[in-house]
């Protein structure tokens, strides 16, 4: 069975690209332009590794990734940023995201998250 990635990020080109080249590599991959929605679906299914944006509307990456912990304390968050002194990374690092990944992202840094 392939591995489940879920990518939550307020850009259309973004998810797109992440979703094509993942799933290239045969990795199952959901997306979710729409952070609430991106969040419910990590809470309520399984996920080898949950990519989420930092700044989006209505929730940011930092209070996903609170959000998520608080549930799935064994969940796999990385921040994708272009930003990555911004305030938030920090609080996302906190909450238990595993690393940044800064935009424009190398799918490589990634692929080592998956393995």
Request: zero cysteines; glycine letters at 6%.
């Amino acid at each position: 069975m392939s591995k489940r990635v879920l990518v939550i990020d307020d850009e259309e080109m973004v998810l797109n690209t992440i979703k094509l080249i993942l799933g290239d590599m045969g990795y199952n991959v959901t997306t979710h332009q729409d952070p609430l929605k991106g969040m419910n679906e990590a809470i309520h299914n399984s996920f080898d590794l949950i990519i989420t944006d930092l700044r989006m509307p209505k929730k940011n990456g930092a209070e996903i990734t609170e959000e998520i912990m608080r549930v799935k304390p064994d969940a796999r968050i990385l921040i994708l940023t272009a930003h990555p002194t911004d305030p938030f990374a920090k609080k996302a690092l906190e909450a238990g995201a595993l690393s940044l990944v800064k935009k424009p992202f190398e799918i490589g840094k990634i692929l080592d998250f998956l393995k």
